[in-house]
């Protein structure tokens, strides 16, 4: 296991220069010197946020030496200030010589879009699991041609079309939930549990959004897998051990079915960093999306470095987490026979 | 074939997808006004007669632009595939083939894409190259390879040591030979419901991308940008959302049943 | 509805959810139609697309930036209702005889919210700071002009020109005087100040969710007097639609919007317009149609009055603004003095259009376009993502295409545009707007040393008459003068045709009824100029819980 741990661990080193690598690149994508890419129209700034550039990033040295000095600013986890006029912090918050606290862009959007995606990912999961099994038990019945179109629905439907047809209705029409944003105006007056039922309250609707494209897919995986394994030789003993068929299913084939989705929630993690540009401006939410989204209009190069090396450094960690849960869990791999 | 015929979801699949298909070609014929054709005295019209999708803020016809956004719809689903699949058949055959380190790399490179936010990078491109139909294909396509890649690569690692494989080699195929006549026909199936499954998304991010305004620009009517044209009236304006919202929908549902039926179908483990 | 039957196959799946965190906020229907008199206290939501970067309005630049710190710090003199000077910080202005010297007298007893007091130091202050070359804003050159700059004492502040100066005025009308005491040892470009100001006007800063909204509370030290609404909050909402739905929903007090939603959406609801008032003002900002006028054909002015007669305006405001909007013939505002009424905007006539064309020496070929040696006439509009200009693009596109000009349209985000295009003069003609100042000055626009990269006459526009009328201009003191240069100004450049102008449309709000004080019809200076004095009656209020 320690081996294999130290082995994962080693891979990822090629892996974080090779993300370092495309990350820098971007900032290069843009034609002409990025020195000229600034979203202003005046002569004036834009002369002096040059000079800003060329020193912070050494555009007077050679692509390769350029590199390199940012990569050990990285390293650091210094990625500098952004672009923009209030120039607060890519990543994490500054104290200024007053002990003035800045805080950090990363810092404040990551955790509104952690928040919403983990949601997103339980439920994603455990509708998955249930539909999954249901449409394996009951393979080729009605059951699981609804579900099947169902799950599909959700996800060919244009998430911003259905999220502004479901504001309107349950915000506008009915004023069931709130429409936008993430607070209600009051919330400072509100208890804490009060505040916990408002905050969900906002955060229905967008999770609702979000889950419902994911469910296809780990659905269908899962009653594929159910499928694969209702049909091997352990079940089949199972059964003619005269085990009852729920504790089969349930017990024997569903946990077999379960584990490799340890896998897939690893590979779920761009998107849960990422968040959605589109939900996140629809619904109003300040999360890494939008985040991202505006600083790429107004070509904040620090803040579009900073997020997508932070977004894939964090997903390799979480792959990493999940191989290893993965490991933990299957007793072969935990014994070496694979890998 | 017959299978096909008695998988009721895969069938309703193939039914949308060649209607869309037909509506797009046909569209020439089919569309009642020039989509471009501008009237400012009949600007959003209710479905009417006249109009049978109603007209959007420049009077323009609804119908006639639907139509000729199907095929824009269409050429971006499979260009940006086209280009997907291939990178995913080229690599995905180099490292199944020749394994060892070419295999190692390659594989890396995958993980490497695939821990980095894909529609991220897809906007960050877009927007630094401008964007346009042709830019947006080939970034949807290169952003989405990775799938194909390692499936190519799985299916060959399997075939690999198969006995007609094994034969092929001995007898002094070259390795293009063996690649091309034994190992990619017999590994026709996941690419293809894979690509499928990938026109279904590549219609989906054309979508998200009008959204941000940095879809196929104007006046080149896409569903993308009607539909995102109609949400600022959605309260009014029905016909301008719910007709691209429901072709998009049914499109892309359209490509996930198919996809998902041949699956089923062709896939050999079924077969029981 | 049509989508019924939709959300009806979603209503079960959701019902479960929405069960939990159901609740009732049903209200008693409010009385919009009574009369009230003017009531302290209550909250005004309102709503921003983007949020503000800076408070600092000299370094922001941004338009949210700049309307909340509107709120916040004063200048020392603003315009009034009617669009003429009137006293701020400074009760009173002498201008010297030689009209080179202006001396500020700075009201007595005035406090910044923090309870320092507010002086002549602090206008100092702010004035070195504004033409310092380390600090990062775009607006130093209109200060850089003061020669020098001295405080006789707390009370007095002068400044003396190099040159006489006509928009001085305007430009101390725009300057936000900020704390010295406060800012004297911070870095301007970056300081904690910028997000957590204090200022000396009717609001201040009450509490800023980053991304979510900035709330401002009434400041009982202000020195223009307490305004009547205690909270304003500006709500980011991003998406136009959504801020729609939220103003639909009582959630949101105002919103600008669009000529669909004035002209089509509130007509047919009446259960909107019985709680939603809709304004309408002149608005401030012009769109036109702008050649490379260096670039051939642009540069032949007859290929540029040709295009002029061949774009229908009435058309596009018809079609784009739904009416609400007016056609221009100079770069000022309608009905103020500054726009000369004998100016006419080039009619649509087609026939006049080609036979300029003709007489250039283009003829139209086989397959119908415009052709002069060989080469046809083809063009590329330019414009940023905007709906309204890509449709006025695609309007115009098609009556050049019908006598015989091939045109097509690009549409980019603003910092590709600024920086591939504009930046770099590789363009034939784009389809941007200017907005409408209150002085007459258009020296960085239209003056032939203004063409360096980044600066505004990126169309290349020279004209030497145009030139001495614009210098000329910035020194004339005498208003009705000036009228006159700028008439004469406004003449030229429509008969030299270096852009086309299109539209200036109306300013669109819609705002809440509950909200009372708004004066019609708007005034010279819009709607908003009295925001202080609106007030919500407290029967009209929503439940509030505390309202401080």
Not at chain 3, 208 to 237: C, H, T
Request: with cysteine.
């Amino acid at each position: 296991m320690i081996t294999y741990l130290i082995k994962r661990i080693m891979w990822m080193i090629p892996m974080l220069i090779g993300i370092s690598l495309i990350s820098f690149f971007i900032m290069h994508l843009a034609p002409g010197d990025i020195t000229s890419t600034e979203a202003s129209f005046n002569p004036k700034a834009s002369e002096e946020s040059r000079q800003r550039l060329r020193e912070t990033y050494n555009l007077d040295k050679p692509v390769m030496v350029q590199y390199g000095l940012w990569l050990k600013r990285i390293v650091q986890l210094d990625f500098g200030s952004s672009f923009a006029s209030h120039q607060r912090p890519v990543l994490w918050q500054v104290k200024d010589k007053n002990g003035n606290i800045s805080k950090g862009l990363i810092q404040e959007a990551l955790p509104i879009t952690l928040l919403i995606n983990l949601f997103g990912i339980v439920i994603i999961f455990t509708i998955s699991i249930i539909l999954g099994t249901l449409s394996a038990v009951k393979k080729n019945t009605w059951v699981d041609k609804a579900i099947t179109l169902f799950v599909f629905i959700g996800f060919a439907i244009p998430g911003f079309w259905l999220a502004l047809l479901l504001m309107y209705w349950t915000g506008v029409n009915h004023q069931w939930l709130p429409i936008s944003g993430l607070h209600s105006l009051n919330y400072q007056n509100l208890s804490m549990f009060s505040q916990l039922i408002d905050l969900l309250k906002h955060l229905v609707l967008p999770v609702f959004i979000s889950s419902l494209s994911g469910l296809a897919g780990i659905s269908l995986y899962v009653r594929n897998g159910m499928l694969e394994i209702l049909n091997q030789d352990f079940i089949t003993t199972a059964r003619s051990k005269g085990l009852n068929e729920k504790k089969v299913i349930f017990i024997h084939a569903l946990k077999n079915a379960i584990l490799p989705l340890i896998t897939i929630v690893g590979l779920s993690i761009p998107g849960l960093i990422g968040g959605s540009v589109i939900a996140e401006s629809i619904f109003s939410i300040p999360g890494m999306g939008k985040l991202f989204y505006d600083s790429v209009l107004m070509r904040d190069f620090p803040v579009i470095m900073g997020i997508l090396t932070i977004g894939s450094v964090l997903t390799l960690i979480g792959n990493l987490i999940a191989d290893l849960g993965y490991a933990w869990a299957d007793p072969r791999v935990r014994k070496g026979i694979i890998k | 074939m017959k299978k096909f015929i008695s998988n009721t979801l895969a069938m309703a699949g193939l039914i949308i997808i060649t209607s869309v298909l037909v509506a797009a070609i046909t569209a020439p014929i089919l569309s009642p006004y020039d989509p471009n054709f501008i009237d400012i005295e009949s600007i959003l019209m209710a479905p009417s007669y006249s109009h049978i999708m109603g007209t959007d803020g420049l009077g323009r016809d609804v119908f006639s632009r639907m139509l000729y956004g199907a095929q824009i719809s269409l050429l971006v689903g499979f260009v940006a595939v086209g280009i997907s699949t291939g990178i995913g058949i080229l690599l995905g055959s180099i490292a199944g083939f020749y394994r060892g380190w070419i295999d190692s790399l390659i594989m890396r490179i995958v993980d490497l894409m695939l821990s980095i936010p894909s529609f991220f990078l897809i906007l960050a491109v877009i927007a630094f190259l401008t964007p346009s139909i042709w830019n947006i294909m080939i970034v949807i396509g290169l952003t989405s390879w990775m799938g194909i890649t390692r499936l190519v690569r799985a299916e060959f690692l399997s075939l690999r040591n198969r006995e007609f494989v094994l034969a092929s080699e001995t007898m002094g195929s070259s390795d293009a030979k063996i690649i091309l006549l034994h190992l990619l026909p017999n590994s026709m199936t996941p690419i293809i419901v894979s690509s499928v499954l990938g026109i279904a998304s590549a219609v989906l991010v054309e979508s998200g991308l009008s959204f941000l305004g940095l879809g196929v620009q104007a006046p080149t009517a896409s569903w993308g940008n009607i539909l995102t044209d109609g949400k600022e009236y959605i309260q009014f304006a029905w016909w301008l959302s719910l007709f691209p919202g429901l072709a998009i929908l049914l499109t892309v549902l359209g490509y996930n049943l198919l996809g998902e039926g041949l699956r089923d179908i062709l896939d050999p483990k079924n077969k029981q | 509805m049509v989508y019924t039957k939709f959300k009806f196959s979603l209503n079960t799946i959701l019902l479960c959810i929405f069960l939990v965190s159901c609740t009732d906020n049903k209200v008693g229907a409010p009385n919009y139609a009574g009369n009230y008199s003017k009531e302290d206290g209550g909250r005004l939501i309102n709503a921003m697309t983007g949020e503000p970067s800076n408070l600092i309005a000299m370094i922001a630049g941004d338009s949210a930036s700049s309307a909340i710190a509107g709120n916040i710090f004063n200048s020392l003199l603003k315009y009034n209702e009617q669009l003429n000077y009137a006293p701020e910080i400074a009760e009173s202005w002498d201008i010297s005889s030689d009209q080179k010297t202006i001396t500020f007298r700075i009201k007595k007893g005035l406090t910044w919210s923090d309870g320092s007091p507010l002086t002549s130091k602090d206008v100092m202050f702010t004035w070195k700071l504004v033409t310092n070359p380390n600090t990062r804003t775009p607006y130093g050159s209109d200060y850089q002009l003061v020669k020098k700059a001295t405080t006789p004492d707390a009370h007095t502040f002068t400044v003396t020109y190099e040159e006489r100066y006509a928009p001085a005025l305007d430009t101390w009308a725009s300057l936000h005087i900020l704390p010295e005491h406060l800012l004297k040892n911070e870095d301007i470009n970056n300081t904690y100040f910028s997000r957590n100001p204090i200022g000396s006007s009717y609001y201040m800063l009450d509490d800023w969710k980053s991304g979510q909204q900035v709330a401002l509370k009434a400041n009982p030290l202000s020195i223009n007097g307490k305004a009547n609404i205690n909270n304003l909050i500006s709500r980011v909402i991003p998406d136009t639609s959504s801020q729609f739905l939220e103003l639909t929903a009582d959630n949101i007090d105002l919103m600008s919007i669009n000529p669909i939603q004035y002209q089509r959406v509130f007509p047919n609801r009446a259960d909107l317009t019985k709680k939603i008032s809709l304004y309408k003002e002149m608005g401030n900002g012009y769109t036109y149609l702008g050649f490379n006028n260096k670039k051939a054909p642009f540069n032949d002015v007859r290929v540029r009055k040709a295009l002029n007669y061949a774009i229908d305006k009435d058309e596009i405001i018809k079609g784009v603004l739904l009416g609400l909007g007016e056609p221009l013939s100079s770069p000022y505002k309608p009905g103020t003095r500054w726009n000369n009424a004998e100016l006419k905007p080039y009619p649509y006539n087609k026939n006049k259009a080609i036979s300029l064309l003709q007489e250039v020496g283009y003829h139209k070929n086989d397959n119908g376009f415009l052709e002069k040696n060989g080469r046809v006439l083809k063009f590329e509009i330019l414009t940023n993502q905007n709906k309204q200009r890509e449709m006025t693009a695609v309007i115009i596109q098609r009556r050049l295409k019908e006598i015989g000009i091939d045109v097509s349209i690009r549409v980019i985000e603003w910092a590709s545009f600024i920086n591939q295009f504009i930046k770099t003069g590789e363009f034939d003609v784009v389809l941007l707007g200017w907005s409408l100042s209150l002085d007459p000055d258009q020296y960085n626009i239209w003056h032939s040393s203004q063409q360096g990269p980044g600066q505004f006459n990126f169309l290349g526009y020279e004209n030497k008459s145009v030139d001495r009328l614009l210098e000329k201009g910035r020194m004339e003191l005498d208003v009705n003068k000036r009228e006159k240069i700028y008439h004469e100004f406004s003449t030229i450049l429509l008969d030299d045709s270096p852009i086309v102008y299109l539209y200036a449309g109306y300013g669109l709000s819609a705002i809440n009824k509950r909200v009372r004080g708004i004066k019609e019809p708007s005034p010279p200076a819009g709607i908003y100029h009295n925001s202080h004095d609106w007030f919500i009656p407290k029967t009209l209020r929503r439940n509030e819980i505390s309202d401080n």
